[in-house]
Structure formats: C-alpha cells, structure tokens
C-alpha cells in the first residue's frame, strides 16, 4: 500500500515563478503527473487527469515532461500546468552518446527534485516513457507514494524499472500482472487504458453517415495507422481497391492516412475508383474527433498500439491488427495477438501477408454476420472504457 509520508519543505521558499504561489485556508490534493515522448503515453496521462477532475475539481494537478518535447504542447492545450525538465533517452547500445544522456538524465533528476519539494504532492503517477524516470524517482527520494500505469501487453522499460519500489500499478491487460515485474506487497489492478469517455458514448446516428458523405446501410471499414498514419497500411489498403470494386453495394471506406501520405492516398482513390462512382470513401489526413468515426465502424484495420487497442475494444470494434513489427519489445504484436487469443481480432504481421489475404479476412469480418457478432461480443468483454475513473479513484484514495 502506498505510505503517507512526506516531505517537510516550505513552500513560501519558492521561487520559481510556474509554480503556484503559497496559499492559506485548507489545502487541496496535489497529483503530479509524468508521461511523455509519444500520444501513446501522454493521452492515458491526460484521460487520467480529466477523470481526476471528474471525480473532484479541487485537485491540483500538474504535469512534468520534457522541455521542447510533443507533451509540452499537448498537456498545456488541454488546460493543464506543465512544468519542464532536461530529458533524453538511453541509446539500446553502449555508445559515446551515453555520456551526454546521463548529463540529460541527472539534470532532469535535479529538476524533479526540485519540484517535488515545491509542489510537495500527495502522489506521483507515471504513465510511462523515458521522462517518467526522473520524476518518480524524485518522488521516490522524496517518499512520496509512486504509480505506474502501463498501456501495453507487455512492460515498458521505465516502467519495469519503476515497478520495483512502485507503490501500486495499472495495468492495460491481465498478461501484463503475470512477467513478475510486480511485488506481493504492491497494489497491482488490471483496469485498461484510459479514455475520453466521448470515445464509448458518441452516439451512431445517420446524420455521422450523411455527414462524411457515406451510407447507413453499407458497413463501414476504417482504416488508421495513427496520428501520424502508417505507410505500410496505406499501401496495404490501396493496393486492395480493385479487389474491393466487386463489394461496392455493401461496404464503404473512411481512411486516416496521416498528415505525409494524405495527398498520394486520395489521388490513388481518386484514380483506381474513377470508373466505379457507387463506391464510397473518405480519406482524411487525421479526425480530432474520432468518436464520430467509431460510432459508424463495422471493423478497423489499424496498428495496435496500447491505446488504439483500448479504443476498439471499448467501443466493440472487430479489427483487422497489422502492428508496427520494429517497436522494442514488440509491444504491437504482443498486444495484437492478446486480443487475437480472445477472437475479437485478426492479426495479420507486416510484410508476411499477401492483398489477398487481406481482402479475404476483411470481408469475412465485415459481411458475414455471426463472425462479425461473433468478434463484437469477444471485443466488448475485453474493453474497459471506466478505466480512466478507476485509476483515478485509486490514486485519490492514497492521496
């Protein structure tokens, strides 16, 4: 269980002006909250953050991540305090370039150090990637109570790091609590990854349909690499168009293919579908709201990182996984092939599958009825969409 120490530092000392002033009449509960690199670990901290207010909009809540990093942007655009610190992560291999990676590292200690004696939280929660080091180290040093929470199949370096003196740990899937990373004394819960709630609740409406220009009665296939699109999924879909012209009266394409590829992917729409106008399709370089996509999927074909998996099974989604194979640790395929093992998914490795099977797989799943029931059902029972108010129940009740 996570102790209730800690530490004993006047606030009225600071003077750093991004931290909050000191304050008199009662205090509130103070989280600080540490993830970053990549959407993969910052949006659980996110998800986690909203559903802390959720739950009590007196929380203080900051964020600590890398300076100049993607979640310096994100978090401050969500509303959320971000302070900065130096961070860099550890080359696989000892080269000369670790040198100047441990100066990074101890740079962004001292600045956690730092912060966690100003700000004097109650818990520290980390969700991962190299920044989250620092910081639940510093609260470690500083014995404040420290959580992980882990989006994958499998667990991430920091966090099997972290997970040795961690005080509790939230974990994505139920395989994750068996790699014995994990002490008998901690607090260890299999809750998923967390989501925006609007993820589950957006409801299927035919103005979604009307909207994209697409048709209520036709199945609906979504396409999405990620954020950032993905080549190899993109290049997989348009080499399938003219095997998927004969099943143009019953099922319709929404592709995100990511800010790079957008252009070259409509254009070859564009080209192999211009004889064939009773197709549908939207091809869209990234959806900010992509609940409205969800809403309206019959099945996705996509990667299957930690949080991609969460959406789909949260929503009940059947998917076609083609996981990013060069991932450390082969998360991706780990993750993929859990929800496989359950049969709410086909995985399908890239560069190890033909057009063809590709086509036959994702028509087998998108028109026939009880395979596609089938795999809604399996994708549902592993879907956890409270996770985000789960965890934060859990850490208000240690803070």
């Given at each position: 269980m996570m102790t209730s120490e800690r530490c004993n530092t006047d606030l009225s000392k600071t003077d750093n002006p991004n931290l909050p002033s000191p304050s008199e009449g009662p205090t509130h509960k103070k989280v600080v909250i540490a993830g970053g690199g990549t959407g993969g670990h910052?949006?659980?901290?996110?998800?986690?953050?909203?559903?802390?207010?959720?739950?009590?909009?007196?929380?203080?809540?900051?964020?600590?991540?890398?300076?100049g990093k993607l979640e310096s942007t994100l978090i401050p655009q969500h509303g959320f305090r971000f302070l900065p610190i130096s961070v860099a992560g550890f080359p696989r291999r000892f080269t000369l370039q670790w040198f100047p990676v441990?100066?990074?590292v101890f740079r962004g200690v001292?600045?956690?150090?730092?912060?966690m004696?100003?700000?004097?939280?109650?818990?520290?929660?980390?969700?991962?990637?190299?920044?989250?080091?620092?910081?639940?180290?510093?609260?470690?040093?500083?014995?404040?109570?420290?959580?992980?929470?882990?989006?994958?199949?499998?667990?991430g370096l920091t966090n099997g790091i972290l997970a040795r003196w961690a005080d509790a740990a939230y974990l994505?899937?139920?395989?994750?609590?068996?790699?014995?990373?994990?002490?008998?004394?901690?607090?260890?819960?299999?809750?998923?990854?967390?989501?925006?709630?609007?993820?589950?609740?957006?409801?299927?409406?035919?103005?979604?349909?009307?909207?994209?220009?697409?048709c209520p009665?036709?199945?609906?296939?979504?396409?999405?690499?990620?954020?950032?699109?993905?080549?190899?999924?993109?290049?997989?879909?348009?080499?399938?168009?003219?095997?998927?012209?004969?099943?143009?009266?019953?099922?319709?394409?929404?592709?995100?293919?990511?800010?790079?590829?957008?252009?070259?992917?409509?254009?070859?729409?564009?080209?192999?579908?211009?004889?064939h106008k009773e197709f549908l399709y939207y091809v869209r370089p990234f959806f900010?709201?992509?609940?409205?996509?969800?809403?309206?999927?019959?099945?996705?074909?996509?990667?299957?990182?930690?949080?991609?998996?969460?959406?789909?099974?949260?929503?009940?989604?059947?998917?076609?996984?083609?996981?990013?194979?060069?991932?450390?640790?082969?998360?991706q395929v780990l993750n993929a092939r859990t929800v496989a093992q359950q049969g709410a998914a086909?995985?399908?490795?890239?560069?190890?599958?033909t057009v063809e099977t590709l086509v036959e797989n994702l028509m087998n799943v998108a028109l026939d009825g009880s395979t596609r029931q089938r795999m809604v059902t399996a994708s549902r029972a592993l879907g956890k969409p409270h996770a985000s108010d789960d965890i934060a129940k859990s850490i208000l009740s240690y803070a």
């Open positions: 910052i949006y659980p901290a996110i998800g986690i953050a909203q559903a802390l207010h959720r739950l009590d909009t007196t929380v203080d809540i900051v964020f600590i991540g890398g300076e441990i100066w990074k001292i600045q956690s150090l730092r912060y004696k100003e700000l004097q939280p109650d818990v520290v929660i980390g969700t991962g990637g190299y920044v989250s080091g620092p910081v639940l180290f510093a609260g470690l040093l500083g014995k404040i109570p420290i959580a992980i929470q882990e989006q994958n199949a499998s667990v994505a899937m139920e395989s994750v609590r068996e790699n014995g990373s994990f002490r008998s004394t901690m607090h260890v819960a299999v809750t998923g990854n967390p989501i925006r709630p609007s993820i589950t609740t957006f409801p299927k409406r035919d103005e979604t349909y009307k909207k994209f220009g697409l009665d036709r199945k609906t296939i979504f396409v999405m690499g990620g954020s950032q699109g993905a080549h190899a999924i993109n290049e997989a879909i348009v080499a399938a168009l003219p095997h998927l012209i004969g099943f143009a009266d019953r099922i319709q394409v929404v592709h995100q293919t990511g800010a790079a590829e957008v252009e070259n992917v409509q254009a070859a729409y564009d080209r192999e579908l211009a004889s900010d709201t992509v609940e409205e996509i969800y809403s309206i999927t019959d099945v996705m074909v996509c990667r299957a990182g930690g949080m991609t998996v969460a959406e789909v099974t949260a929503c009940g989604i059947p998917a076609i996984f083609i996981p990013l194979p060069s991932q450390t640790g082969n998360d086909v995985v399908l490795e890239q560069g190890a599958f």
